[in-house]
């Protein structure tokens, strides 16, 4: 008799039981925070980037926050500001352009592959990849206010992808 599955795979029960401490982990710091931020790092044969996206922000009407290219502190750091003027009532808006203060701003951009990014956001949601929540990837201003499009933009290829461009 085959054991537990999940979208039709087959887990192993030791995964299943970390999921579900996982899971677990996941609604106490929402519960705690508003918020929670998963990161997800890259390791040498991936070609995709490294990103932090927010869990928690669907749940109060607003698209989760993406954002790419950066370590483990500066995402962090960046999605609980920005999550903190969501929950505080703001709505971001695809095309705006926002400054945290005179060195940090950045863009609002609709992703457009959401399924394809935020594993645990659906899953905190119950929701499958194909009906994903939605997502707005935050791009970043280079220090000196440049962003991806513009000439002169100081970050290697690859550094900041466009949404859509890119997958976990």
Not at 19 to 39: F, K, M
Not at 111 to 116: E, T, W, Y
Request: net charge negative.
């Amino acid at each position: 008799m085959p054991g537990p599955t999940l979208g039709g795979m087959t887990i192993d029960p030791s995964v299943l039981a970390w999921l579900d401490q996982e899971d677990s982990r996941l609604a106490q710091t929402i519960r705690s925070n508003r918020v929670a931020v998963q990161y997800v790092i890259r390791g040498e044969e991936s070609d995709e980037p490294a990103f932090g996206y927010t869990v928690g922000l669907f749940g109060v009407g607003h698209p989760e926050l993406v954002v790419v290219g950066v370590d483990h502190e500066t995402a962090t750091g960046m999605l609980n500001t920005v999550a903190g003027l969501v929950l505080d009532g703001r709505d971001l808006v695809p095309g705006e352009v926002v400054a945290l203060d005179e060195n940090r701003r950045f863009t609002v951009e609709t992703l457009p592959n959401p399924g394809d990014v935020l594993f645990t956001a659906n899953r905190f949601y119950q929701r499958p990849d194909e009906f994903s929540v939605p997502a707005y990837q935050i791009t970043w201003a280079h220090p000196g206010g440049l962003f991806p499009w513009d000439p002169g933009y100081p970050c290697p290829p690859g550094c900041q992808p466009r949404p859509g461009t890119w997958r976990a």
